[in-house]
């Protein structure tokens, strides 16, 4: 099986912080760029952040750029989002997703995707 799994979502004061894993099985994340969405009740799916399945170099969306760090692990083929200083509008269900590429873009065309774990941050 092909598969990518979520987790870390949760509820969390303004603030605060949360780590979002992704989690590969049926294939080597070592050769994929993963991208990390979002999207809020009511509005479109956004992309927040990417890593390359080259030489991993990451991109970010403005409006999470210095708050917000991704990265991978090789040895446990998981692709992780750290998540600092969060705020309200944070709050949305986050997905990663995967795709053969030497590089990536929030924006490009993915692959593989997984069911996503809500993040909420309210007071």
């Known amino acids: 099986q092909v598969r990518l799994v979520e987790s870390g979502g949760g509820l969390v004061q303004p603030g605060g912080s949360l780590r979002l894993s992704c989690v590969a099985s049926?294939?080597?994340?070592?050769?994929?760029?993963v991208a990390w969405f979002r999207q809020a009740p009511g509005k479109e799916r956004e992309g927040v952040s990417c890593i390359s399945g080259g030489d991993s170099s990451t991109s970010y969306v403005d409006s999470v750029s210095g708050r917000f760090t991704v990265s991978r692990d090789k040895a446990s083929n998981t692709v992780y989002q750290q998540m600092n200083s969060l705020k309200p509008e944070d709050t949305a269900i986050y997905s990663c997703?995967?795709?053969?590429?030497?590089?990536?873009?929030?924006?490009?065309?993915?692959?593989?995707w997984g069911q996503g774990t809500q993040v909420t941050v309210s007071s």
């Open positions: 049926g294939f080597r994340l070592d050769y994929y760029s």
């Open positions: 997703a995967a795709v053969v590429r030497r590089l990536c873009g929030i924006d490009d065309m993915y692959d593989y």
